[in-house]
């Protein structure tokens, strides 16, 4: 009807003003806040999962040992007791015959070549060119990572040392049952060898002194390094000498950790 305003129910509502919503925005101070929060809870986190990641590589070099030495019992086995050949490179080569593992860390065409770990005796009862490098183990050559990180003791495998070195007055091992003097639980077989002196995979052990770690323990598991002994378990020992810190600084003969080391290397002999 003209004149007259219609009148709105009384429940009617009106629309929301067109336009865009009012939000509050966070202020510089706050987000720095927050930027600083995440930063402290990640430099938290760093070290415990730098540490996490370091246990997890030595729990694999410690399974890769102990593994090899699960081939080497094998192979014994297999072989009337005798242990696996461990002698010099120089020698092994010139005279042709084999080896636990072949290839000198310190020549270019062999140390990434899987085919020299191939050709050794342990191969066959392991089958995996990724057990003889332990997973800490950076070093490389010309870009590409070496592919062999452990050494076995040289007073194993051989007599070499007795004819070779003529340290007379201790024993070698030819077989695991001349182990049985000495017990095969403390007689180490393969170790980590430091990639500054490994070459071939004979570790030189002076007995006499006349070189104290010629062959230079592994450091890169929070310095220490892992070995496996004859009846097959592993362990990791650390270096406690202050003494023992590079291949490059001689090492004392009365240093901790290499008599250490000499004593699960070998023994006496006994009365002739």
Known sequence: MSGHSRKLPSNHSFPPPAGPLCLRAFTLVELLIVVAIIAILAAMLFPVLSAAKAKSRETACLNNLKQMAAGSSIYADDNGSK??????????????SNNWALGNMKMAAQSTNTS????????PYTTQPALYRCPADISQTNGALRVR???????????????GERENGFRTFATETETAITGTSTLWLIADENELTIDDAWWLVTMDNSQPFVSYPATRHNRGYNL?????????????????????????INNSDWNRLKLATTTKLGPQ
Do not use: C
């Open 149 to 163: 990180s452990y050494s076995m003791n040289s007073w194993i495998g051989s007599r070499y040392m007795i004819t």
């Open 228 to 252: 496996s002994f004859v009846d097959g378990h592993v362990e990791r020992w650390s270096l406690y000498s202050t003494n023992t810190v590079s291949p490059s600084v001689r090492v004392n």
């Open 116 to 123: 020299f770990l191939k050709s050794g005796e342990l191969f």
């Open 83 to 96: 242990f696996m050949d461990n002698l010099p490179l120089a020698v092994t080569q010139p005279a042709g």
